[in-house]
C-alpha cells in the first residue's frame, strides 16, 4: 500500500472530521475519562469524594469477589464466543454452503434471539430452567427423570446453564455473519477444489473456512465484548448466585453503584474491565489480521 | 502542515479557564472531587404550623409506590381540603432510587417524596427532620415506637432506630406465615402457637409426603424464614438492634444461632424444597397455591394474590416464639415520605402526612394493600379472608411493638450477602455458623 503523498494532506479535512469528533468526544471520550477520574475517589455518588489514588484499582486486583467475577467473564467467552462460533461455522457450512440461498426459513428461526430483548431472553430461560420448566419436562420425558434439577439453583450447573443461554443468543449473529460471507466467496474456487476431488469437508477447511476470516474476526470482536461486558443475562436469570457462582463484573459494578454507594470503586472496576477488553480486541485484530 | 497558533490555543484556553474559575470562586482543588458542585444546604429550623394554609395550593408528591395507596389518600385528602391539588408523579422503583438524589437537589424539588431506604439523603442535607412536625402533631404519642423507629436516624442517616425522624409512613408490610387450612387439616394440625410445635408440625408434614415449607430462593427470599426464626426466638428488640447496626450488636446470638441453624436443619431434612434455589417468589407463591405445601414464609404483599388463588383455603400467623405467651414478632417496613429541603409547601406536605395515620387514611391503607398506619383495630376485611388473618397479625405484631426491619438492608450490600449466604446455606454449601460470621462480616465493615 502507497501513502497518500503529504501534499494532498489538507487542514480542511479536519472540518470534515469536526462533527463525528465532537459527539465522539461528547460522549463517548469525556464520559470515560469522567470514569477514570471519578475512579481515583471513594465517592457515594451524593456527597462530596475523597481522593484516593489507586486505591480502588488494588481493591479490584485483590478483592478475591472482584477477581472471580472477572475469571467468571472469561470464562464465558467460552459459551458466548467459542461455541457460537464453532456451531456458527457448522450450520453455515450445511445451510449456507454453494451460494446459501437455501434454507431461509431455518435461518430466520436461528437468527430469531438476537431480536429479542435480551432481558425477555433472561426471563424466557428463567422460566425454562424451573423446577417444572421445559428442560426439566423435556428430560423428563425422555426418561432421564433422575438428571432434572433447579438449574438456575444448582452450584454445580447454573454456570453452565447461564452460558448455554449465551450461546443460544450468539449463535443466530455468527451464523448470519458467516453465511454473508459464504456468499463472498468466489464460487469458482468451490468448482477448482471440487474437481480436485474434495468432499464437503475438505471443501469447507479449505476454501470456507479462510474465505471467512474477516467474518470469523468481527464474530469474535463482537461476542467477546458481550461476554465480558455481559449483564442483563446474568442478572436476570441468577443475580450472579447461587451464592456467588455467577457473578460477573457487570453486576458487580451495578451494584457497586447503584446500591452500595461505592462509585469509585465500580468506575475503577469498569476501567479495569474496558481495558480488558480493549486488549482482547486489539489481540484479536493481530491474530487474525487480514494481510498476513 | 503548519499550524502557527498551534502552542498558543492552548495557553490562551489556559488563561481563559483559569479566569473562569477564579471568577466563580471553583479554584479550590475540591472543585474537581464529584459532587463538589451539587451539595444542598440544611434549612436550620422549622417552626410547623399545623392548620392547612387556606387558598390554592399545589402539593407535589414524587414516589415508586403504584398500588394506588397513595393516589386514594391524596384524592381524600384534596376533599378533605378543597383549595389543595395533589399532583402525584410515579416512577417505577429502579429508576426512582437512581434519581432520587438529583430530583431532591433539583430547583424544582417536590414537596413530598417517597424514600425506598434512608441511602445518602440525610447526609447530603436533602430531606428535613421532621422532629418538629411529630412534636406539633403529636406523633409520639399516637404511633407505635417501633412505626416510627423505622425512620429515624442520626445526622449521618447511617446510625438507625433512634435520633431524629426523616420520614412518616403512609402503610405497612409485614412478613409472617401463611399455611393452607387445607393440607393442615388433613394432618390434623391447628395453627402452632410456640417455635416447637411450628417444628413438629414440619415434621408431620413430611411424614405425610407434603413440602412443609414452601420457599423460592433465587432471589434471596430465604431471609425471610431466617429472619423470622431469629425474630421470633431472639426477640424483637434484639433483632432491631442489628438490624438498626446499633454498635455493639451481633447476629451470632441466640435467636441468629436459631435462625441459620433451622435453615440449615430444613433443608437437610427435606422440609424445604429440592429446587428452592432455582425458584423466585411468585413461583413459591403459585407452588403453595397448587396445595401439596404446608406453610409459605411471605409478606402481606402477597395477600390478595394468595386470597384469589386459593380463596378461603389460607391462613396467617405470625411465626411464634418460645412460648405461647411470647410477645408476637413480625418483619415489616413501610413506604413512607420525607420532606424535601427545598420543598415548596412543607407545612401543606406535614399536614398530609399527619392525614396519612388517621383512621380514613387506615381503611384506605389497608384496601390497596397495605397495613395501616394507626387505627388498625377499625379496618374491615372481606369475611373468610386472609386478610383478615394479615389484620389480625398486624394488630399483634405492631401493638406489641414486634415490628423488626428488614435484615436485608442492615447495610448497602447486606441484601446481595443474604442471598449469597442463604443459597450457599441451604444448598449444603456452608454451615450455620458460616452463614452468620458471613453476615456479621458485612454488618462490621458498616457499623464497626
Not at chain 2, 70 to 87: N, S
Not at chain 2, 151 to 157: L, V, Y
Not at chain 2, 266 to 285: F, H, Q
Request: hydrophobic content about 50%; some cysteine.
Amino acid at each position: 500500500m502507497s501513502r497518500a503523498p503529504a501534499a494532498r494532506r489538507r487542514p480542511v479535512a479536519y472540518l470534515y472530521l469536526a462533527p463525528a469528533l465532537a459527539v465522539y468526544t461528547a460522549f463517548v471520550a469525556l464520559p470515560w475519562l469522567h470514569t477514570v477520574w471519578i475512579s481515583l475517589y471513594t465517592w457515594d455518588g451524593v456527597t462530596i469524594g475523597t481522593w484516593n489514588g489507586l486505591g480502588n484499582y488494588r481493591r479490584v486486583l485483590t478483592d478475591s469477589a472482584m477477581l472471580a467475577a472477572l475469571e467468571h467473564a472469561l470464562g464465558f467467552v467460552l459459551f458466548f464466543s467459542l461455541l457460537p462460533i464453532a456451531f456458527g461455522l457448522l450450520l453455515a457450512a450445511v445451510v449456507g454452503g454453494r451460494g446459501g440461498r437455501r434454507y431461509p426459513l431455518t435461518r430466520a428461526v436461528l437468527f430469531l434471539p438476537q431480536i429479542v430483548p435480551l432481558v425477555a431472553v433472561g426471563v424466557m430461560w428463567r422460566w425454562m430452567y424451573g423446577p417444572d420448566g421445559t428442560v426439566n419436562q423435556a428430560l423428563r420425558a425422555i426418561g432421564l427423570g433422575s438428571l432434572t434439577r433447579a438449574w438456575l439453583g444448582d452450584f454445580t450447573w447454573a454456570y453452565a446453564a447461564v452460558g448455554v443461554v449465551g450461546t443460544w443468543v450468539m449463535t443466530g449473529l455468527a451464523l448470519v455473519l458467516f453465511q454473508s460471507g459464504i456468499q463472498r466467496i468466489d464460487t469458482s474456487l468451490y468448482e477448482a477444489v471440487r474437481l480436485d476431488g474434495a468432499g464437503p469437508f475438505r471443501e469447507f477447511a479449505a476454501v470456507t473456512l479462510p474465505g471467512l476470516r474477516a467474518e470469523i474476526r468481527v464474530a469474535l470482536t463482537v461476542t467477546v465484548i458481550a461476554a465480558l461486558a455481559g449483564f442483563d443475562i446474568v442478572y436476570v436469570t441468577t443475580a450472579g448466585g447461587p451464592g456467588t457462582s455467577t457473578t460477573v463484573p457487570g453486576v458487580l459494578i451495578y451494584r457497586l453503584a447503584f446500591t452500595d454507594g461505592q462509585v469509585g470503586a465500580a468506575c475503577a472496576l469498569a476501567v479495569v474491565l474496558s481495558t480488558l477488553i480493549c486488549l482482547l480486541v486489539l489481540a484479536i485484530g493481530r491474530l487474525l489480521r487480514e494481510d498476513t | 502542515m503548519r499550524r502557527p497558533s498551534g502552542p498558543a490555543l492552548p495557553a490562551a484556553a489556559a488563561v481563559a479557564m483559569a479566569a473562569v474559575l477564579s471568577a466563580t470562586g471553583m479554584t479550590s482543588c475540591g472543585v474537581l472531587a464529584p459532587g463538589a458542585l451539587t451539595q444542598v444546604h440544611a434549612v436550620p429550623g422549622w417552626a410547623v404550623s399545623t392548620t392547612v394554609p387556606a387558598g390554592r395550593a399545589t402539593l407535589t408528591v414524587v414516589s415508586s409506590e403504584n398500588s394506588g395507596t397513595t393516589r386514594a389518600l391524596a384524592a381524600a385528602f384534596e376533599k378533605l381540603h378543597p383549595g389543595v391539588a395533589v399532583d402525584f408523579r410515579y416512577t417505577a422503583v429502579d429508576d426512582y432510587n437512581k434519581s432520587l438524589n438529583l430530583t431532591l437537589s433539583s430547583d424544582h424539588a417536590p414537596d413530598l417524596a417517597l424514600l425506598n431506604m434512608l441511602g445518602t439523603t440525610v447526609r447530603a442535607d436533602l430531606v428535613r427532620s421532621l422532629d418538629p412536625c411529630a412534636t406539633a402533631y403529636g406523633w409520639d404519642r399516637s404511633y407505635p415506637g417501633t412505626e416510627l423507629a423505622q425512620w429515624r436516624a442520626d445526622d449521618t442517616g447511617v446510625r438507625l432506630g433512634t435520633g431524629h425522624l426523616w420520614a412518616a409512613p403512609a402503610g405497612f408490610s409485614v412478613v409472617g406465615v401463611y399455611y393452607d387450612k387445607a393440607v393442615a387439616a388433613g394432618l390434623g394440625i391447628t395453627a402452632p402457637t410456640t417455635f416447637a410445635a411450628f417444628e413438629a408440625d414440619l415434621a408431620k408434614a413430611k411424614a405425610a409426603g407434603k413440602t412443609p415449607v414452601q420457599l423460592g430462593n433465587l432471589q434471596g427470599h430465604a431471609s425471610l424464614v431466617f429472619q423470622s426464626v431469629t425474630d421470633s426466638v431472639g426477640g424483637a428488640r434484639t433483632a432491631s438492634r442489628w438490624a438498626y447496626g446499633i454498635p455493639g450488636a451481633t447476629i451470632e446470638a441466640p435467636g441468629g444461632t436459631a435462625g441459620a441453624r433451622a435453615l440449615s436443619d430444613w433443608a437437610r431434612k427435606g422440609y424445604l424444597p429440592a429446587g428452592a434455589n432455582g425458584t423466585d417468589l411468585p413461583g413459591s407463591v403459585a407452588a403453595f397455591a397448587e396445595g401439596r405445601s404446608l406453610f409459605l414464609f411471605d409478606g402481606s404483599w402477597d395477600a390478595a394474590v394468595i386470597d384469589r388463588t386459593m380463596p378461603g383455603r389460607a391462613g396467617f400467623i405470625p411465626l411464634p416464639g418460645p412460648s405461647a405467651s411470647s410477645p408476637a414478632t413480625g418483619i415489616g417496613t413501610s413506604i413512607a415520605y420525607a420532606i424535601p429541603t427545598r420543598a415548596e409547601h412543607p407545612d401543606l406536605a406535614a399536614a398530609f402526612l399527619d392525614f396519612m395515620g388517621s383512621a380514613q387514611a387506615a381503611q384506605l391503607e389497608f384496601d390497596t394493600g397495605f397495613m395501616p398506619v394507626a387505627h388498625a383495630d377499625q379496618v374491615t376485611a372481606p369475611s373468610g379472608s386472609v386478610l383478615a388473618d394479615v389484620a389480625a397479625a398486624w394488630r399483634r405484631v405492631d401493638r406489641g411493638n414486634g415490628l423488626v426491619p428488614f435484615f436485608n438492608n442492615a447495610t448497602p450490600t447486606m441484601n446481595d450477602t443474604l442471598t449469597a449466604a442463604g443459597q450457599q446455606l441451604i444448598g449444603g454449601r456452608s454451615s450455620p455458623a458460616q452463614f452468620l460470621t458471613a453476615l456479621q462480616a458485612d454488618w462490621a465493615r458498616e457499623h464497626g
